[in-house]
């Protein structure tokens, strides 16, 4: 396996030789509440006529702190041998460990290259939007309600399944009666822009299984009228 990664780094590496990058890394917690830093470049490739991102590495971190996780972008910036003069921008999400002007991760790239820009992922940036628009309930426009009523369905949607074993456990036979393969149903995670996009997928993907559960559960269930209010 190590052969392997070694073999991948050093194509990389080959590739970004005489080539400008943008580095883009994010700090998640593991399910053992470890942290770790996942870094990727991007870079144009000359052969595919067009920019490509490539994972480069995921870092264990002892701490998150601005000065940790710059050292942690340099080593693996020298270990590919490139330097801050070689990046043309860094890309991480809008927390003030990442972004902040004084003491941020972003700040100390710049020390390093002042011509580097800092970009704010846009994927936060469309999970902030999201958020904003469900969570503001001072905000009573039409667009705002059609959103909280469809993220509220589908995180409905998973605890009325998940928050019970006798109901999810009804999900999966009927999925092997009628040999549809379920995907897994996820919450909707307010920080986890990606864990939204899970959710979202999965309900049409598990559509027909899940009337076909939920029907079953309310002709079984003693209290139906709870069926009725998540019509």
């Not at 309930?137 to 369905?153: A, D, E, P, Q």
């Not at 299984?209 to 009725?228: G, K, Y």
Request: net charge positive; hydrophobic share 40%.
């Amino acid at each position: 396996m190590t052969s392997i990664k070694n073999v991948i780094l050093q194509n990389i590496k080959n590739s970004i030789q005489n080539s400008f990058i943008s580095i883009l890394a994010d700090e998640t917690t593991d399910v053992g509440h470890f942290e770790h830093l996942s870094i990727v470049f991007r870079y144009f490739d000359d052969k595919k006529n067009r920019p490509v991102e490539n994972y480069i590495t995921l870092k264990q971190m002892k701490y998150v702190t601005a000065q940790a996780i710059f050292d942690c972008l340099h080593d693996v910036l020298i270990q590919m041998g490139k330097d801050w003069h070689s990046v043309l921008s860094v890309c991480f999400d809008g927390a003030s460990t990442m972004t902040g002007k004084i003491i941020g991760v972003q700040t100390k790239c710049k020390e390093q290259n002042s011509s580097i820009k800092y970009v704010h992922c846009y994927a936060h940036c469309l999970n902030l939007a999201l958020v904003d628009s469900v969570c503001d309930k001072s905000k009573n426009s039409k667009r705002n309600k059609l959103v909280f009523n469809f993220f509220g369905t589908i995180q409905f949607t998973y605890n009325f399944i998940e928050s019970s074993a006798m109901r999810h456990a009804i999900l999966e036979k009927i999925s092997k009666d009628v040999g549809i393969k379920l995907l897994t149903l996820k919450s909707c995670s307010i920080t986890r822009w990606a864990c939204r996009a899970e959710a979202v997928k999965s309900v049409p993907n598990n559509y027909e299984v899940l009337l076909l559960a939920i029907d079953e559960i309310c002709e079984s269930s003693s209290v139906p009228e709870m069926c009725a209010k998540g019509d």
